[in-house]
């Protein structure tokens, strides 16, 4: 883990340029307009720390794009500038523009993007730990004004999909596992009918298999109600299995994106962030990597 | 020696003696802990919803009273005034979100901490501006004769207090747990900014919470002051609650409700009993000694909300 923070900054290979320029083609071809279109946006903290700088992305309808990176490189804040979250943290987007179906989201409250179809699920679940798992459910469809019995609809849409939050419904979700508060956070956000959810490092803190079992789930929401997802992860293998489209992060910068199976195959993406380098996973040419590096840019 | 055997001993001795004395000083303890109680309960909703812990809660009450006094006192029937002073009260809420908490959203709880006791400064004044800083009596119609049960007597309007207060804690204890508002609270106070996730707004809760402390606050304040009248003192007597809420923990709803009958009858019992061995007047401190010891043993307060540790 402590290996990813020295990683060499900014390493766009000729083979992942050709790669990004295949995915405009695929984009355009796409014709549609992006449902999220962050452009070169920069987040400052406490007035002074410059976190974000100059991030683009585009996350489309229905896919499910995600957003890798080590410790610290900017993810979570994204994704809060995203959702607007930022104030709360006295964070601010200084520079660039987010758009949400190509209306800009600056003015908008958290509550107005969740009317809009954008919840977000924070990193490490924040569930309401003294509410109930129902309940923690029922707060999820706050904005919902399309009354009780399309609530309880959603509700026994939730719980197909997570069998276990039925079992456990009335237990207070502060004494739930990490297993089922990631379902509870995850089935919280689908109780405001989302269009895209904002998912930030889902596989925090969970066994292997579980981690697999919630990815499992993102990729059928994604598919049978067509939500679409922008999720931040550090577990690139994971987030590449399941997702359309990648972007990664380094030191609040976007470094390398593709659609994910390029990524994946990736040599730089395999050796920094798959931890498969092979042999030559040496320091020495970790070093030699950078200076060429330097070089480039 | 004496003095053992004057704390230890003979106070009991004397409990015993006449036990039905002691009941109606229990119930005189209760009835005032009931109102600590109310006032506390106050300082539990806002604190839970909005982490500020509000300085000026015993001066809403009042400031309520007043309003309400004077309103009466202006020619208005009570079933004219009591909604008038409510919508007073909703209106302060909002004045106080808007103009104050709104600005300083973010801003260290310190900061809250210092504005809140300028809005009671404030707001004492204002009241006294509209209303003058006179003594009012305030007169709705509590019912002021007494029961006798068996040697026990009790004052029915002792009795009204409870009941009323009563009725308004299971009101809101409802209100809490079965309504979509009362949910988006509850969730608000555990976690800010999953709320904020899931839609709720939070200046909107602010107001809700607010405006129900006001309300908490004028129902403290139409009781005690039907006792003692409208006048400042009712914001000193509202302060007892710092050592109802250290003792219920600032979290709790209950808590705060337990805590103030503690504090109440506590201090009445030690009053009559232990009281003459201080020279009197200990009603005064004792809820604060007690207070102290509870900072020693239990900081966390009686009911101080779980940290919920799973293991
Ligand atoms: N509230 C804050 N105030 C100041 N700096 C912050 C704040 N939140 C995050 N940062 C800094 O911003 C940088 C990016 O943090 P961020 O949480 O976005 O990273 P991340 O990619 O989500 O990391 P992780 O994988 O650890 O969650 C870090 O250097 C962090 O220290
Ligand atoms: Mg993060």
């Known amino acids: 883990m402590p290996r990813k923070k020295a990683l060499p900054h900014a390493v766009v290979p000729d083979s992942v340029v050709a790669v990004k320029e295949d995915v405009v083609a695929v984009n355009r071809d796409e014709g549609s307009d992006p449902l999220i279109r962050i452009s070169n946006i920069e987040v400052i903290y406490d007035h002074v720390i410059l976190v974000i700088k100059g991030v683009s992305l585009e996350v489309h309808e229905g896919h499910i794009v995600a957003l890798l990176g080590a410790n610290g490189a900017g993810k979570t804040t994204t994704l809060k500038a995203v959702s607007n979250l930022l104030g709360t943290e006295r964070g601010d987007v200084t520079k660039g523009t987010i758009e949400l179906r190509g209306e800009k989201v600056e003015k908008m409250t958290p509550s107005d993007l969740v009317n809009r179809g954008v919840v977000q699920v924070m990193e490490g679940r924040h569930c309401f730990e003294h509410l109930t798992v129902e309940e923690n459910l029922l707060v999820g469809a706050y904005t919902r004004r399309d009354g009780k019995a399309a609530i309880q609809t959603s509700m026994e849409k939730v719980y197909g999909y997570f069998p276990r939050l039925k079992e456990r419904r009335k237990s207070q979700a502060g004494y739930t596992s990490g297993g089922e508060q990631q379902m509870l956070a995850i089935g919280r956000a689908l109780m405001a009918n989302p269009s895209v959810i904002l998912l930030d490092e889902p596989s925090m803190g969970l066994a292997p298999q579980l981690v697999e079992d919630i990815f499992e789930i993102v990729k059928r929401l994604n598919q049978e109600q067509n939500v679409t997802f922008l999720l931040a992860e550090q577990n690139t293998v994971v987030a590449l299995k399941y997702a359309d489209y990648g972007y990664i992060l380094e030191n609040g910068r976007v470094v390398m994106d593709g659609d994910a199976a390029s990524l994946a195959e990736n040599e730089d993406v395999k050796e920094f962030y798959l931890g498969m380098g092979g042999g030559d996973k040496n320091f020495s040419n970790v070093k030699s990597y950078r200076r060429r590096k330097r070089w480039l840019a | 020696m004496d003095m053992l055997y004057n704390i230890l001993i003979a106070p009991f001795l004397e409990i015993a003696k006449s036990p039905s004395f002691f009941a109606e000083v229990v119930i005189g303890g209760l009835m005032s802990g009931v109102m600590y109680s109310l006032v506390a309960l106050g300082f539990v909703l806002i604190f839970k919803a909005s982490g500020v812990f509000n300085f000026a809660q015993g001066v809403m009450v009042l400031f309520a009273a007043l309003n309400f006094s004077g309103l009466l006192d202006a020619g208005l029937s009570i079933w004219l005034a009591f909604p008038l002073t409510v919508l007073i009260m909703v209106l302060l809420a909002w004045c106080i979100e808007r103009l104050v908490l709104s600005k300083l959203v973010n801003q260290q709880d310190i900061i809250l901490f210092m504005a809140t006791i300028g809005i009671g400064y404030f707001l004492q004044g204002f009241g006294e501006f509209l209303w003058t800083g006179n003594v009012r009596k305030l007169d709705v119609g509590i019912p002021q004769d007494a029961w006798f049960f068996?040697?026990?007597?009790?004052?029915?309007?002792?009795?009204?207090?409870?009941?009323?207060?009563?009725?308004?804690?299971?009101?809101?204890?409802?209100?809490?747990?079965?309504?979509?508002?009362?949910?988006?609270?509850?969730?608000?106070?555990?976690d800010h900014q999953a709320a904020m996730t899931v839609g709720i707004p939070l200046r909107s809760i602010w107001l809700i919470v607010?405006?129900?402390?006001?309300?908490?606050?004028?129902?403290?304040?139409?009781?005690?002051?039907?006792?003692?009248?409208?006048?400042?003192?009712?914001?000193?007597?509202?302060?007892?609650?710092?050592?109802?809420?250290?003792?219920?923990?600032?979290?709790?709803?209950?808590?705060?409700?337990?805590?103030?009958?503690?504090?109440?009858?506590?201090?009445?019992?030690?009053?009559?009993?232990?009281?003459?061995?201080?020279?009197?007047?200990?009603?005064?401190?004792f809820a604060y000694i007690l207070a102290m010891l509870f900072l020693f043993f239990r900081p966390q307060g009686l009911f101080g909300e779980r940290i919920i540790e799973r293991v």
């Open chain 2, 150 to 190: 068996g040697d026990i007597m009790i004052q029915q309007s002792d009795v009204f207090a409870a009941v009323v207060a009563g009725i308004l804690v299971i009101v809101l204890a409802l209100f809490f747990q079965y309504t979509r508002i009362g949910r988006a609270l509850r969730a608000v106070a555990d």
């Open chain 2, 210 to 285: 607010w405006s129900v402390a006001g309300f908490v606050a004028l129902v403290a304040g139409i009781m005690w002051g039907s006792r003692v009248g409208v006048q400042f003192s009712l914001s000193v007597i509202a302060l007892k609650a710092l050592p109802v809420l250290i003792l219920g923990g600032f979290t709790s709803v209950p808590g705060a409700i337990i805590g103030g009958l503690i504090i109440g009858v506590g201090e009445k019992v030690a009053e009559i009993y232990w009281g003459p061995l201080f020279g009197g007047a200990i009603e005064e401190w």
